[in-house]
C-alpha cells in the first residue's frame, strides 16, 4: 500500500533515500568532506541522467554530472517551468541491479503540495523535508511552484546516508508529473554501494 503522506521522500532531492545535498546557484562550490563517523560501506553516485526529454510543460536547458576525484558526484541540472504549478504528482521508485535492474522496496507517490501545505506528522518524511528545507529551498517550498528557472547543484553528504545498506548497484527513479498527467521532470540516480574492507569488496564483486 502506498504511504500518502511519504512524498517528502520525492521532494527531496527532488532530486533523491535519505540523502542530503547542497542546492545553490549555477556555481562552482566546494565540497566538505564528512569524517565524523566511519560506515560499514561506501555510496557512490556514479550517475544523474535527466530521462523522457524533451517534456511538453518544461524545458531543460542542461542536465549533466559532474564528477570530481575523491568527491561526491554533483547534479548539476537547469529547468524552466514557464507555467504556475499549484498541483505536483510526485513518483519514487526504486530499483536494485539483479541482472538487470528490478523493483526494490520503494515504491510511492503522492501530490506534493499537499504534503507541503498540510504538514502531517510523520517521521521519516518529516526528516527528509527538513533536509530539503536546508539545502533545497527552492524545490521545498509550498506551492505555487513554477513560473521561473530552477538552477540546481546538489550532492550527496555521507553524513545524512543510513547506517547501513545492501550492497550492490541501485537506480533511484523521481518524476514528477502537472494535474493533467504530462510529465514535467524525470530524473535516474545511480547508485553503487559496496561493502568496507578488502575481503569484503572482493566477495561483493
Sequence with gaps: MKDRHIVGLGMILATILSYCGQSVGNVEVSVARNTTSIKPYSLKITKYLCVGTPYQRTLVNYCKTVLRRNHPAVLNVSVVAPETLNWIWVKVKLF??????????????????????????????????????????????????????????????????????????????????????????????????????????????
Excluded at 129 to 136: E, L, N, P, V
Excluded at 139 to 151: E, I, Q
Excluded at 156 to 175: M, N, V
Aim: glycine share 4%; net charge neutral.
Design 96 to 205: 536494485y541491479k539483479f541482472s538487470s535492474y528490478k523493483p526494490f522496496l520503494i515504491d510511492l507517490e503522492q501530490e506534493g503540495c499537499e504534503y507541503v501545505k498540510n504538514r502531517p506528522i510523520i517521521p521519516l518524511a518529516d526528516y527528509i523535508y527538513q533536509i530539503m528545507q536546508k539545502t533545497a529551498p527552492e524545490l521545498a517550498s509550498p506551492c505555487p511552484h513554477g513560473n521561473k528557472t530552477y538552477n540546481i547543484v546538489w550532492w550527496l553528504e555521507e553524513r545524512y546516508t543510513p547506517k547501513s545498506i545492501p550492497a550492490g548497484d541501485y537506480r533511484l527513479d523521481i518524476q514528477f508529473f502537472a494535474h493533467d498527467k504530462v510529465k514535467l521532470f524525470a530524473l535516474e540516480t545511480y547508485i553503487t554501494v559496496r561493502r568496507a574492507g578488502v575481503i569484503a569488496s572482493m566477495i561483493e564483486w
